[in-house]
């Protein structure tokens, strides 16, 4: 059974970066898309971008210039950092397997749990 | 982006209903939707994939039906365990975008 783990700070500054690590187990991390998403507390979901096990990524163009997505297969895990961020940043960070782009051609058919992190001084 | 919308944004029934929740894309996506259920606290959880694909595991209660812009997930009747938010998904094309939500409550 695949599981994601997401890890990182739950507080982070005005203009500062966060950082956020998602660790995959109980099965492969190629072959596969991983995608982070978020939600503001009470609102709906937001897609943020996806990177492949072989590096390619793709990032939503609301937040492209800030996003940086990187993969780390040894250690089978994938990061996401954010630059700049403000409160409007708060939010439940999710990372997901990301299946659209497989034969089954499914959804995010693995989450985390989710962490939740706040931009505040 | 392609918009997606839900309707209804809350929906109230009781145990054993039937109910029906509308997803809408701005543009054509094929068949490329999916739908989630997230309950309070937890991720969203997948239940329909290529708009009509039962994701294993999930009750056959729950079915996805339509496509090009027009989308709809019925639940055939409902079970306490269903109370929850709805939501569709389109992957179509990039950036993912999601619908709203629609809030499932008991009646």
């Known amino acids: 059974q695949v599981q994601l783990q997401e890890s990182g700070p739950g507080l982070v500054k005005p203009s500062e970066t966060l950082s956020l690590t998602c660790a995959v187990s109980g099965g492969s991390i190629s072959s596969y898309y991983w995608s982070w998403i978020r939600q503001p507390p009470g609102k709906g979901l937001e897609w943020i971008g996806y990177i492949s096990y072989s590096g390619s990524t793709n990032y939503n163009p609301s937040l492209n210039s800030r996003v940086t997505i990187s993969v780390d297969t040894s250690k089978k895990h994938f990061s996401l950092k954010l630059t700049s961020v403000t409160a409007a940043d708060t939010a439940v960070y999710y990372c997901?397997?990301?299946?659209?782009?497989?034969?089954?051609?499914?959804?995010?058919?693995?989450w985390g749990q989710g962490t939740l992190v706040t931009v505040s001084s | 982006d392609i918009q997606m919308t839900q309707s209804p944004s809350t929906l109230s029934a009781s145990v054993g209903d039937r109910v029906t929740i509308t997803c809408r894309a701005s543009q054509s996506i094929s068949s490329w939707l999916a739908w989630y259920q997230q309950k309070p606290g937890k991720a969203p959880n997948l239940l329909i994939y290529?708009?009509?694909r039962l994701e294993s595991g999930v009750p056959s209660r729950f079915s996805g039906s339509g496509s090009g812009t027009e989308f709809t997930l019925t639940i055939s009747s409902l079970q306490p365990d269903d109370f929850a938010t709805y939501y569709c998904?389109?992957?179509?094309?990039?950036?993912?975008?999601f619908g709203q939500g629609t809030k499932l409550e008991i009646k």
């Open positions: 997901a397997r990301d299946s659209t782009r497989t034969v089954a051609a499914a959804g995010f058919d693995y």
């Open positions: 998904q389109q992957y179509n094309s990039y950036p993912y975008t």
């Open positions: 290529k708009a009509s």
